[in-house]
Structures are given as C-alpha cells and as structure tokens.
T-cell receptor
Framework: GAGVSQSPSNKVTEKGKDVELRCDPI?????LYWYRQSLGQGLEFLIY????????KSGLPSDRFSAERTGGSVSTLTIQRTQQEDSAVYLC????????????FGPGTRLTVT | AQSVTQLDSHVSVSEGTPVLLRCNYS??????LFWYVQHPNKGLQLLLK??????LVKGINGFEAEFKKSETSFHLTKPSAHMSDAAEYFC???????????FGTGTRLTVIP
C-alpha cells in the first residue's frame, strides 16, 4: 500500500511569511507525528496526534507553530512569520498507537527561509 | 527523562569488514529501543527494535543489536559491511505509554570499496 506522503517536497519562503506543510498518513494508522531535522542534528519531536484525543504539543518550539489533523487523517503543520532558524527538513510519521510500534516516515519537506 | 547518545558522528569502514555503531541510552523506565536508517534523499526506515523480549535483536540487511542494561547500551553491529550500507543511522529510545521517540544525533557510516 501507499506510504506516508508529504507535500511540498521543497519549500523556499521569505522571512516573515507563513507556510503550510501537509502530511498524508498511512491508511489505518491512528497516530501521527511531526518532527524537525536540522542540519547535523537528530530529529526533534514537534507534535503528536492520536485518534480524537487532544494532541501532544509539548515539542512545538514557539507559538508560531501549530498543527491540525482533519478527520483523523491528513495533517497540516503551519509556521507563521517564518524565521531563518525554521529552515530544516520537516518529517511526518504515522503508526499504530503507542511507543512500541514502528513509525513509518514520509520523505519530508525541506523548508528554506531566506 | 529519556535520551540517547551516539558516540560517533562518523564511522568509516572498508567493504567486507565489521560495522559497530555505538549507542548509549538514558531512560527512567524500561525502554523500547530502535535503530533507524536514512539513506540519502530517502525516508527513515526501521532497522530493528527492542521491546523487552530477547536482548539480541536481529534486523534487516544483516544488522543486529544487543541490549545491555548494565551498560545502558544498544550498539548496532553487522559482520560484513556492504557498499549499500552507507547511510545515516539513528539510535532511538521510547517507553511504554510515551507519545514520541527520542532520536540520537546520528552516525554517518561510510563504506570504502
């Protein structure tokens, strides 16, 4: 079946503009995660959705970052008033619920803020 | 609190020689441990995982890892490196009930022909 897809694959934006990144998880996976991978760094957890429960937003770095998940499927990560330090690869993953299950990662969106 | 430390940012081996990628973890409770691999311009892929069953875990492509609680280590090994093993490898920790994974900073494996 289809894997996790993300769009766009690349995004270049000017400082101060808003951007939206999209994630389509694997059908049937109720858990969805967003991570950020900066150059030379490991993955940084941003936010977690599980079914209809309130999301775990503990990893969001500032109030400029927000995410939603509509209908328990597609998710959108929004970054408002982008800054240069937001430049990174944003990765989405989906899985069955719980930390014991494998997370399936999308190819990522490379965001460059100029 | 949970964290992982990957002791080497870059490892270089000759094709056909053994691979050792080191990882130490810190976890308040019984952890779940994973190794993920990221090939250039490709998504992250699970190599293997430990979830409190056998301490020696076998994964894909001939890789294996041993969970050593006394040493808080989960090193990744392979007896004989192949050119296709060249990639970035991430050691990851989680725990039962946790919402997310904690990634190490990665080890870049170079395989010399």
């Amino acid at each position: 079946g289809a894997g996790v897809s993300q769009s766009p694959s690349n995004k270049v934006t000017e400082k101060g503009k808003d951007v939206e990144l999209r994630c389509d998880p694997i059908s049937g996976h109720t858990a969805l995660y967003w991570y950020r991978q900066s150059l030379g760094q490991g993955l940084e957890f941003l936010i977690y959705f599980q079914g209809n429960s309130a999301p775990d937003k503990s990893g969001l770095p500032s109030d400029r970052f927000s995410a939603e998940r509509t209908g328990g499927s597609v998710s959108t990560l929004t970054i408002q008033r982008t800054q240069q330090e937001d430049s990174a690869v944003y990765l989405c993953a989906s899985s069955y619920p719980g930390g014991l299950y494998e997370q399936y990662f999308g190819p990522g969106t490379r965001l460059t803020v100029t | 609190a949970q964290s992982v430390t990957q002791l080497d940012s870059h490892v270089s081996v000759s094709e056909g020689t053994p691979v050792l990628l080191r990882c130490n973890y810190s976890s308040s409770y019984s952890p779940s441990l994973f190794w993920y691999v990221q090939h250039p311009n490709k998504g992250l892929q699970l190599l293997l995982k430990y979830t409190s069953a056998a301490t020696l875990v076998k994964g894909i492509n001939g890789f294996e890892a041993e969970f050593k609680k006394s040493e808080t280590s989960f090193h990744l090994t392979k007896p004989s490196a192949h050119m296709s093993d060249a990639a970035e490898y991430f050691c990851v920790v989680s725990q039962t009930g946790a919402n997310n994974l904690f990634f190490g900073t990665g080890t870049r494996l170079t395989v010399i022909p």
